[in-house]
């Protein structure tokens, strides 16, 4: 155990380091449980003082599948398109108790866009025009009060703004193929609350946040074809609800080991757009568009601080996989193994900036369609690699 000298310095090191690795994670990764992006990093709450930091980061999937046999078995191409990921946040200290800060991330997205295929040619004979687009927008106000004795809760609002579309289309879709739902941009409210210990002498956090679900209606236009079904109507579906815990403590001067687990609930986040639904079994309600597996993330780190101003990380990500490797076309993975590697220079006193890259690993599945479950293509030795970049300012 560090003596509390050197604790100072592990201090330090907390403050650089654990934003860091939650910084790159949530900006580099390419695939998480369901649908998650951001995985809802609060972090910038425990940052001292007042405080902003501006995030990007740059992910660019490979996602090739292979048409099964009765399709051609012809490569599908890559179906993930590449994508850019932000988030800006700013934290006030209001007195020595009392700290106030908004995070604007993008927690949640998707996209997969299957090539058409010709026979013998390149692209998808099977899901050659199926196409899955989810855009997201959350602003997070969250308030922390400290005991003083090393405890502290927090806990606050979100509104998120979603909006999306699918495409069904391919012969493994018969007569569902050319079906199409564009889900207009919905803006909701929930909440998240949570509390932490902290023991400054040895670099040691312990902090658990649970986030609320929160449920969407959807203005929502379904067409065959590019034929309309029916007029305007509503469509359901919930963002879910979430437990994050994160650790940390020093192990010896300028060392700090730290982690996360995150369960998110997905099994509630279904997509069932009132004619699809009727489409699929008149004679049974719940038909989704979606088949998304509630979860678990762990993430593993070390992080070391090489001078006064420069610190390095490593740090390993797992994704749950599901119970089945069969999958939803429109999500056609089942867990992942990343690794980040990245470092924090301090530029001066007030300004730092970070960076990193992540190698992610994605698990092979097969993509199904039809009732009962009916694989279609086969996805395996997949991977994505991601950039990115955190410019802190400390006030």
Excluded: C
Aim: without cysteine; aromatic residues 10%; glycine residues 14%.
């Amino acid at each position: 155990m560090a003596t509390k000298a050197d604790g100072t310095r592990d201090e330090t090191m907390n403050k650089l380091m654990l934003t860091a690795a939650a910084t790159l994670l949530g900006t580099t990764s390419a695939f998480a449980v369901g649908l998650d992006r951001s995985a809802q990093d609060i972090s910038i709450i425990f940052e001292e003082g007042d405080y902003a930091e501006l995030s990007f980061g740059y992910v660019d999937p490979s996602l090739d599948g292979e048409d099964l046999a009765v399709f051609g078995g012809q490569s599908s191409g890559n179906v993930a398109d590449s994508f850019v990921q932000g988030s800006l946040g700013y934290k006030q200290q209001i007195n020595d108790q009392l700290s106030f800060a908004i995070i604007l991330d993008q927690p949640y997205g998707a996209d997969i866009d299957y090539p058409t295929g010709t026979l013998g040619g390149d692209g998808s004979l099977a899901l050659g025009g199926t196409e899955a687009v989810l855009n997201s927008t959350a602003l997070t106000a969250l308030m922390r009060y400290e005991f003083g004795n090393g405890f502290s809760v927090h806990g606050g609002v979100r509104g998120q703004e979603v909006n999306g579309r699918v495409r069904l289309e391919g012969a493994a879709y018969g007569a569902l193929s050319g079906y199409e739902v564009e889900l207009d941009g919905d803006l909701e409210f929930g909440w998240q609350a949570g509390f932490a210990y902290e023991r400054p002498d040895i670099a040691l956090r312990v902090a658990v946040t649970y986030f609320s679900e929160i449920e969407f209606d959807f203005d929502s236009v379904e067409t065959l074809g590019g034929a309309p079904l029916g007029p305007a109507d509503t469509t359901e579906t919930t963002t879910p609800q979430a437990v994050n815990l994160t650790f940390q403590t020093g192990v010896a001067p300028g060392t700090l080991v730290f982690g996360s687990i995150r369960w998110a609930d997905y099994d509630d986040s279904t997509v069932s757009p009132p004619t699809f639904d009727l489409l699929v079994d008149p004679a049974i309600s719940g038909s989704s568009l979606t088949s998304l597996e509630t979860g678990f993330s762990y993430t593993l780190g070390v992080g070391r601080q090489f001078t006064d101003r420069f610190s390095g990380l490593v740090e390993l990500q797992f994704d749950e996989k599901g119970d089945d490797d069969l999958v939803s076309p429109l999500a056609p993975t089942n867990g992942s193994v990343g690794i980040t590697i990245g470092g924090r220079y301090a530029v001066n006193e007030n300004v730092t900036v970070t960076g990193g890259i992540n190698y992610t690993k994605l698990g092979d599945a097969f993509a199904e369609t039809g009732t009962p479950d009916t694989e279609r293509a086969e996805f395996e030795d997949n991977d994505a690699i991601g950039v990115g970049i955190q410019v802190g300012y400390r006030f």
